[in-house]
């Protein structure tokens, strides 16, 4: 269904794949944690669509580079209530914000298909795994996944 599939990245594509492999024929909901991240939907076999935005430590840096004063901060350890300072404030506030994102979009395609499964992939999947409450399956390698079902299908084809 993507109107401009020459612009899609193919680690999207191949995740895409991944998840239709492991899940044939299920509505499936892939967010891939890294530089940015990518919520992606595919269902019945067919790229839907997507979202990108700006990674854990995108965000982190972006707020130290734009601004005047706020310091470069490392991602939180673990959630908490309130920042209580301002290296804190800045790691709470872009882990909760990542969170909130999240949590938007799964309960927008919850409410249309009860039966979605989730995905969460890519290097800070399981940074957010623990973090965000729904039953997510964690597939960090499902680019890999999709890039050998990929490879199969080349050569299955290519005999």
């Known amino acids: 269904d993507y109107l401009t599939p020459h ?7 191949a995740a895409a794949v991944g998840a239709d492999t492991l899940y044939p024929q299920e509505a499936v909901l892939i967010v891939d944690f890294g530089t ?12 839907r669509g997507g979202f990108i935005s700006p990674g854990l430590r995108t965000r982190l840096r972006s707020l130290h580079h734009f601004t005047a004063k706020l310091p470069e901060v490392e991602p939180a350890q673990e959630l908490k209530r309130l920042g209580l300072t301002t290296e ?9 914000g990542i969170c909130y994102e999240i949590e938007g979009h ?29 039953t997510i399956f964690a597939e960090c390698d499902l680019v890999l996944v ?3 079902r990929i490879l199969e299908h080349y050569v299955q084809h290519k005999k």
């Open 7 to 13: 612009t899609l990245g193919r680690d999207r594509l």
């Open 36 to 47: 940015a991240i990518t919520c992606d939907l595919v269902s019945g076999g067919v790229y």
């Open 88 to 96: 804190e404030c800045i790691a709470q506030g872009v882990e909760w």
């Open 106 to 134: 799964i309960a927008r395609f919850r409410a249309e298909n009860e039966k979605l499964l989730i995905i969460f992939a890519g290097g800070d999947a399981k940074h957010f795994v623990k973090r965000i409450k729904n």
């Open 146 to 148: 999709g890039l050998n």
